[in-house]
């Protein structure tokens, strides 16, 4: 018998992303690393912002100094000298003393808090008003509120949001340590397929694969490399792998996964350099026919040439696997999860993760999942929804009015 058939449990195959390591580091420019998958602890050098910093315009003052007051019984202050933006001030307070300041100016030695200037009157150029008593620390950011010299700020392994380039600007980071961008090879296979800007004769169509594929692999944060298409032919096919093993860290091969009489890609796969068939075969739907192997360290992927199971798969097998080629070390994280309430019974197979697309609808302040059925060679299943719900292994179904997690997509 076929060992397509020796299938493999989704959770087996998630088992062996361990066996590929992450991909080698490099310096790169803050900007260049936005979106990048940092390759180093940060610590906080010194403390942030570094200073005890205004967050209001107003006047710098000892809280103690404004307790009790009010419109009726203001608190007289004098005021002292001016704080300029960017500078030390050159005073200290005293407890009968006010400093006027700006939203981000330095409160002088001595204050502790701040009074916004709606609550304050200027009687002359030497005295104040205030209004209103301020805590301690009220309208203030202190030296080392953000983060305190020493402290662990980012983790190797987290991908650099906005937030996180922000920090690394505040600490100082020109430069930055990255994990190498990776590149993912792409072919699609079959005598069928036709490049986009070619007219499909009858019998054929035009390459999605590719497309879907490639639009995956950027989203990931990873480069795709699309190779083309290449003919129902072992040599050619073996030829095109080989290349692709050469000049990428993973290489995702469509079509030709399964059992039919033109499916090489299992042979071929077979045959790389130091090669090893670790999956033939997943007990998922859609996808069941894919393919795993390592070459040296790098995933070599059959998926389902149906376009709807290639994107699943990627979905759920092949990204968990990048990520961790990425060096990115919530590789295992689904992403986010949207609770919704499930519209209709939908059912499933026992000893199989189902994978149900659900189209996203907001009713009434409540989000609903809508199963969008239709077979996996149809893209306007896909175009159609905005989420995946995982049926268990060892559930058989899901009920209507179930809540269920959606996976984003
Ligand atoms: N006897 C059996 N036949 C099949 C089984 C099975 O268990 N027993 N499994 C079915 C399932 S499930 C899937 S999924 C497919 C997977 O087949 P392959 O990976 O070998 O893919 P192909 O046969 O080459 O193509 C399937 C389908 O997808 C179209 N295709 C392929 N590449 C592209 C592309 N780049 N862009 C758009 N469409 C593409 C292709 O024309 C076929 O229609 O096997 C079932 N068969
Ligand atoms: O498993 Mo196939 O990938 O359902 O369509």
Request: include cysteine; glycine fraction near 10%.
């Amino acid at each position: 018998m076929n060992h397509f058939f020796k299938v493999k449990t989704l959770e087996d195959v998630m088992g062996m992303v361990g066996r590929f390591s992450a991909m080698p580091t490099e310096t790169v420019t803050l900007p260049q690393a936005s979106g990048r998958i940092l390759g180093q602890d940060i610590v906080a050098h010194q403390d942030l912002p570094g200073f005890r910093r205004s967050t209001m315009d107003g006047y710098a003052v000892q809280s103690a100094a404004t307790f009790g007051a009010s419109e009726a019984n203001p608190a007289w202050l004098k005021v002292a000298g001016t704080i300029a933006m960017g500078e030390t001030p050159c005073f200290s307070l005293t407890s009968d003393e006010a400093a006027p300041i700006s939203t981000g100016g330095m409160l002088p030695d001595g204050a502790d808090s701040v009074v916004m200037v709606e609550h304050t009157e200027a009687v002359d150029a030497a005295t104040v008003e205030i209004y209103k008593s301020v805590a301690p620390l009220q309208h203030v950011v202190d030296s080392a509120e953000d983060y305190r010299q020493g402290q662990e700020i980012l983790k190797a392994g987290t991908r650099i949001r906005p937030q996180e380039s922000g920090v690394l600007a505040a600490l100082g980071k020109t430069h930055v340590t990255v994990f190498k961008q990776t590149t993912v090879a792409i072919i699609s296979t079959g005598d069928e397929i036709v490049p986009v800007e070619e007219t499909p004769a009858p019998g054929r169509i035009r390459d999605m694969n590719s497309h879907t594929l490639a639009g995956l692999i950027s989203e990931a944060g990873a480069i795709p490399l699309q190779l083309g298409i290449v003919k129902d032919n072992r040599d050619d096919l073996f030829d095109a792998c080989s290349r692709a093993v050469a000049m990428a860290d993973m290489v995702l091969i469509s079509g030709g996964s399964s059992v039919g009489m033109r499916d090489f890609t299992v042979e071929v796969l077979s045959d790389l350099v130091d090669t090893e068939l670790l999956v033939h075969g997943i007990s998922i739907s859609p996808g069941k026919p894919t393919i795993l192997a390592r070459s040296g360290n790098k995933p070599v992927w059959g998926l389902p040439g149906h376009v709807v199971s290639a994107m699943v798969v990627f979905k759920v097998v092949v990204l968990p696997f990048l990520r961790k080629r990425m060096g990115e070390n919530a590789w295992a994280s689904p992403g986010a999860l949207l609770p919704a309430i499930l519209t209709r019974n939908v059912a499933s197979a026992q000893g199989r993760t189902d994978f149900i697309r659900v189209a996203i609808q907001e009713k009434e302040g409540h989000l609903y999942a809508a199963p969008v059925l239709g077979k996996s060679g149809l893209i306007r299943t896909m175009v159609m929804a905005q989420g995946l719900v995982e049926i268990g292994e060892n559930v058989e179904g899901l009920d209507k009015g179930a809540v269920v997690n959606v996976r984003c997509m």
